[in-house]
């Protein structure tokens, strides 16, 4: 477990790592920001992208000849069934990689690169946005916390771009979904409450896995993706309150 001393000593909250769970030092739950905006519905391309993996993983085998008698073909199917839970996981972690060796260089570190192809495709292109760019980094996997909502997270970087005293949400899927600015404003929300500092820009980086390639988004909106945000959290809020103890 982690803790962390925020608002000038003022407040303590801990983080536990594995389970990605923040409480407070009394030790109660404190919801996160990915855990706020996981209301919103995915199921769309996710169910599609699950019978995607599912569909390549049987593919794949009855290339091989995996396929013959009766009894495997059941175990094969289900075990196609859970492919999509693997891909998931295993796309999480190259995710989490690349976001590692990222705020490493950003803090100075020195990290060595990975061997993973995928992993430093996303690096290769980090690298290539900060050529570009020339961000001058003023912080990396900042802890956020709201006195005010009581919620939590992990601000990805604070940076000087063209001038600009920006929020910088880093990403490694295969695009940049809405959501993901109702994050980036969770984060602005607290970071502002605490600091005093106002951002001048918001903006989203997604590294290409595949390519080795980036793009970002500017975003526009802060109000109306703060109001979501908010509205996120109450809704989340709510149906926790709800939940009956089994």
């Known amino acids: ?74 175990q094969l199917i289900n075990k196609a069934k859970k492919e999509w839970r693997e891909a998931k996981q295993k796309a999480a972690d190259i995710g989490n990689e690349i976001h590692e060796w990222v705020s490493d260089w950003i803090l100075k570190k020195n990290p060595e690169m990975p061997e993973d192809e995928k992993v430093v495709n996303g690096i290769t292109a980090f690298l290539k946005f900060q050529k570009k760019h020339k961000i001058k980094w003023l912080e990396s996997e900042r802890v956020i916390y709201s006195k005010k909502h009581n919620y939590a997270g992990f601000l990805d970087a604070v940076g000087i771009m063209d001038n600009k005293l920006t929020l910088i949400d880093f990403k490694s899927s295969k695009r940049i979904y809405d959501e993901m600015k109702f994050q980036v404003a969770g984060y602005q929300i607290a970071y502002e409450e605490e600091t005093g500092k106002k951002f001048d820009e918001r903006m989203i980086v997604k590294f290409g896995k595949e390519t080795g390639e980036f793009e ?31």
């Open 1 to 74: 477990m982690e803790e962390y001393i925020l608002y000038n000593g003022k407040v303590k909250i801990n983080f536990t790592k594995g389970r990605h769970i923040f409480k407070d030092s009394k030790g109660n739950y404190i919801l996160s920001v990915t855990g706020a905006t996981g209301i919103i519905d995915k199921s769309g391309p996710l169910l599609y992208w699950a019978t995607e993996m599912m569909g390549d993983y049987l593919i794949d085998r009855w290339k091989l000849g995996e396929i013959k008698r009766e009894s495997e073909k059941i």
């Open 216 to 246: 970002y988004e500017i975003l526009e909106d802060d109000e109306k993706d703060k109001k979501t945000f908010l509205a996120c959290l109450s809704i989340k809020k709510r149906l926790k309150e709800l939940q009956k103890p089994w």
